[in-house]
């Protein structure tokens, strides 16, 4: 009996995928090619009058299960904005960041703010307080194109308001900004006087009365107005007050009460007209004469008690 043999060839499982995978490709392609559509359904057509593609699904592309099962994640969009500002010469912006600082030497005061763009210059009004009752804006200053201001002339201790104006000029016709902001600010003299230098002590004996002999040079400040003299066994300890010497008076004291024999420390402090005094740190005085081509006068002894 003659039996037919069938052959067939055999493969792996690999190349089983791998012939699976070219039959669907070939499908597809017979797909899209005969109903002109590329891959999973999408209809690429031509437009005539712009020449662009125009690519969309048919409907019923979308009720395939592998289509919908497709990740596709949709692209965030997002709203740009950009910045613009009105610029306006007849409505001036106000001026921002303004601020009063207090100078420290007393009568002063600086402003500082930050002038807007559009805005040409700005006028300065000052106000402050009599009795308790706020005086009318003082023009104090015009068309300040800088953006800080010295005010000088102060009362120290008294509170001043300062308000700064945006101005624009348009057609000769001056234009200012419709609100303004206002800072307040006390002068005061915070700043100590230098100490007094060239200290000299001598032992000193005049007309049957004897002491401690103490001569000085005044500091240069110009508001420096008086020096208060202390006394102290131990050093570093001020003591007692023993003596106010006058910026009008010559610059020297004599100890009367000085016990002979004791060791004393002495203390000398310039105040100034704001009661403002040098500093109260304690150092040894250089002796003598700390520049020796400019002799040290002699003062007579003079004789000052605590008023």
């Given at each position: 009996?003659?039996?037919?043999?069938?052959?067939?060839?055999?493969?792996?499982?690999?190349?089983?995928?791998?012939?699976?995978?070219?039959?669907?490709?070939?499908?597809?392609?017979?797909?899209?090619?005969?109903?002109?559509?590329?891959?999973?359904?999408?209809?690429?057509?031509?437009?005539?009058?712009?020449?662009?593609?125009?690519?969309?699904?048919?409907?019923?592309?979308?009720?395939?299960e592998q289509v919908l099962?497709?990740?596709?994640?949709?692209?965030?969009?997002?709203?740009?904005?950009?910045?613009?500002?009105?610029?306006?010469?007849?409505?001036?912006?106000?001026?921002?960041?303004?601020?009063?600082?207090?100078?420290?030497?007393?009568?002063?005061?600086?402003?500082?703010?930050?002038?807007?763009?559009?805005?040409?210059?700005?006028?300065?009004?000052?106000?402050?307080?009599?009795?308790?009752?706020?005086?009318?804006?003082?023009?104090?200053?015009?068309h300040i194109i800088e953006?800080?201001?010295?005010?000088?002339?102060?009362?120290?201790?008294?509170?001043?308001?300062?308000?700064?104006?945006?101005?624009?000029?348009f057609n000769e016709i001056?234009?200012?900004?419709?609100?303004?902001?206002?800072?307040?600010?006390?002068?005061?003299?915070?700043?100590?006087?230098?100490?007094?230098?060239?200290?000299?002590?001598?032992?000193?004996?005049?007309?049957?009365?004897?002491?401690?002999?103490?001569?000085?040079?005044?500091?240069?400040?110009?508001?420096?107005?008086?020096?208060?003299?202390?006394?102290?066994?131990?050093?570093?300890?001020?003591?007692?007050?023993?003596?106010?010497?006058?910026?009008?008076?010559?610059?020297?004291?004599?100890?009367?009460?000085?016990?002979?024999?004791?060791?004393?420390?002495?203390?000398?402090?310039?105040?100034?007209?704001?009661?403002?005094?040098?500093?109260?740190?304690?150092?040894?005085?250089?002796?003598?004469?700390?520049?020796?081509?400019?002799?040290?006068?002699?003062?007579?002894?003079?004789?000052?008690?605590?008023?």
């Open positions: 009996m003659n039996h037919k043999r069938h052959w067939l060839p055999s493969f792996t499982a690999k190349e089983w995928t791998l012939i699976s995978l070219i039959l669907v490709l070939a499908g597809l392609a017979i797909y899209t090619t005969r109903y002109n559509q590329s891959a999973f359904g999408l209809i690429t057509s031509e437009d005539t009058t712009t020449g662009r593609v125009v690519s969309d699904f048919p409907t019923d592309t979308l009720l395939h099962a497709l990740d596709v994640h949709a692209v965030p969009q997002t709203q740009p904005q950009v910045e613009a500002t009105f610029l306006h010469s007849q409505h001036p912006a106000p001026v921002t960041h303004l601020t009063a600082f207090n100078t420290r030497i007393g009568g002063e005061a600086v402003l500082f703010w930050t002038r807007p763009d559009g805005v040409e210059s700005v006028n300065i009004y000052r106000s402050t307080t009599h009795a308790n009752i706020p005086t009318a804006d003082e023009l104090v200053a015009t953006e800080s201001f010295l005010d000088t002339g102060l009362d120290n201790a008294q509170t001043y308001t300062y308000r700064v104006v945006s101005v624009n000029t001056e234009y200012t900004s419709d609100t303004a902001p206002t800072v307040s600010v006390i002068p005061a003299d915070t700043i100590p006087p230098l100490a007094p230098t060239d200290i000299i002590i001598t032992s000193t004996q005049s007309d049957n009365q004897y002491g401690v002999h103490i001569q000085w040079v005044n500091p240069t400040v110009v508001d420096f107005d008086h020096l208060n003299i202390f006394r102290s066994t131990t050093y570093g300890i001020r003591g007692e007050q023993i003596a106010t010497v006058k910026q009008s008076e010559i610059p020297a004291f004599t100890d009367t009460s000085a016990v002979p024999n004791a060791h004393y420390y002495y203390t000398l402090v310039a105040v100034d007209a704001s009661g403002n005094p040098s500093s109260d740190a304690f150092s040894m005085p250089i002796p003598g004469n700390t520049e020796p081509f400019t002799p040290i006068p002699v003062l007579l002894p003079v004789t000052n008690t605590t008023p």
